[in-house]
């Protein structure tokens, strides 16, 4: 089911967390189309048990973007279907089975920053670091960073990244926004799963409506996000474990919200 540079294994108590691990340390966990198509592949496939994912990669870097030995040769549309796959593959990693926690270190960089971005939650350690080399590239992004990084961080940071090829540091990128968390270095992915695990626990039909619900909403018109928003709330709330859940708190057996230590 998998690609000879991703591995792929179920955790938890009930194999409820995929993680899914970039195994091509060697050239930095740079994406070639074989390890694009396979992305795509595993959350088209994913098994039934899991409720949550983990993206990681091997060795020092999370992922090196795009691997720049296959793109001399393309014409312009092939660029532009390559462009497409990427878009496809990415969006199942987005709007698939289920919410992905991406677990960041070393370099996030151009089509690795697309990848991260297309995730729910990211996790940074204190190496990571963040850049858009296409713009020194005489390139542009591909994998929907146009789309997905200004959500992020606003288009004019975007722009800068790319037109002066700035580099964010941890700190700094957990500042603007390109990533949620930050832990010292080597914990990103203990991080991640710890919060897949949680996120895992969720009634699923609440996780399909952040995942699925509240990135529509948030794009259209107050009118009808509101609208939409309603419709959402209403089917979620008629589920039976909707409803079992509320019953837990009401009848004192499910955890209160408590303040971090
Ligand atoms: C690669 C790639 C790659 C490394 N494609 N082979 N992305 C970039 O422009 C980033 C390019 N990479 C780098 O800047 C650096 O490699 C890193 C900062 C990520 C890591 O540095 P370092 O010193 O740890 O590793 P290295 O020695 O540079 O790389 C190790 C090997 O990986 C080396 O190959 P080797 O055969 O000489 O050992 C590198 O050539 C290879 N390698 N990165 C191919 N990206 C949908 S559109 C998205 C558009 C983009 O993503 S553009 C941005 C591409």
Known sequence: MTHPD????????????????LTRAAKRNALNDGLILALRNLFDTMPASVRAAVIDGDGPHFCAGLDLSELQERDAGQGLHHSRMWHAALERVQYGPVPVVAALH??????????????HIRVADASTFYALPEGS???FVGGGGAVRIPK???AARMADMMLTGRVYNAQDGERVG????LV????????ALELAVRVAQNAPLTNYALMHALPRIAEQ???????????M???AQSAPEAKARLADFLEGRAAKVRKED
């Open 106 to 119: 070393g370099a996030v960089v151009g089509g690795g920053l697309e990848l991260a971005s297309a995730c």
């Open 178 to 181: 390109l990533a949620q968390y």
């Open 6 to 21: 991703i591995h792929f294994e179920l955790r938890g108590e009930q194999q409820e967390v995929a993680v899914i691990r």
């Open 184 to 191: 010292p270095e080597g914990q990103a992915f203990d991080k």
């Open 221 to 231: 018109p107050a009118d009808q996000g509101f609208f939409t928003e309603a419709m």
């Open 152 to 154: 992020l961080i606003g």
């Open 137 to 139: 590239r005489g390139i």
């Open 233 to 235: 709330a209403a089917i």
